[in-house]
């Protein structure tokens, strides 16, 4: 047992680690070159196609083949399917125009919204996790548009007192 938590977690690292250089790498062919935003998304979809197409036939081949590729789609499935292709592609220009920390951090605002909306809309219920997370990703969004607040936590001077460390 021991053994499985040492394993997720350390999953866990690697998770984050490679979604990070993901985001990186993503920013950089972004911005190395003068390929168009279009061009990039073209070329990262077509292995996003030829994946799901693989995935799809070793899932559900036979009743894809039996139905239909189509079969089952609601007009709930179109807007999620147009909202996802224009989130992905104004997240490629965002990328391409800013960098991938504001893109995480516009991810965080819309995590945020997203929560104010289901309390509103769907009677979500608030966990105090929950509000850990979004107050550390509001006081982070503070740090990043203006890292001196940093210097205000106090802990933050007992680590850190050379200052060169931080900027």
């Known amino acids: 047992m021991l053994l499985a938590v040492v394993i997720i977690e350390n999953m866990q690292k690697i998770n984050c680690t490679l979604s990070s250089l993901a985001g990186v790498y993503f920013e950089k062919i972004l911005k190395s070159n003068d390929v168009s935003v279009w061009i990039r998304n073209t070329q990262l979809g077509i292995f996003g196609i030829i994946f799901g197409t693989i995935t799809m036939y070793?899932?559900?081949?036979?009743?894809?083949?039996?139905?239909?590729?189509?079969?089952?789609?609601?007009?709930?499935?179109?807007?999620?399917?147009?909202?996802?292709?224009?989130?992905?592609?104004?997240?490629?220009?965002?990328?391409?125009?800013?960098?991938?920390?504001?893109?995480?951090?516009?991810?965080?605002?819309?995590?945020?919204?997203?929560?104010?909306?289901?309390?509103?809309?769907?009677?979500?219920?608030?966990?105090?996790?929950?509000?850990?997370?979004?107050?550390?990703?509001?006081?982070?969004?503070?740090?990043y548009s203006k890292p001196e607040l940093i210097l205000l936590v106090p802990i933050v001077n007992v680590i850190f007192k050379d200052k060169s460390v931080l900027f």
């Open 58 to 143: 070793l899932s559900d081949g036979t009743e894809v083949k039996e139905k239909g590729f189509l079969y089952g789609y609601t007009n709930m499935v179109w807007t999620a399917i147009l909202v996802q292709s224009v989130g992905g592609l104004i997240v490629a220009l965002v990328v391409k125009h800013a960098d991938n920390i504001l893109k995480d951090f516009a991810t965080s605002a819309a995590i945020l919204l997203s929560c104010i909306v289901s309390i509103v809309l769907f009677d979500f219920q608030l966990t105090l996790l929950f509000t850990l997370g979004a107050a550390l990703v509001i006081f982070s969004l503070f740090l």
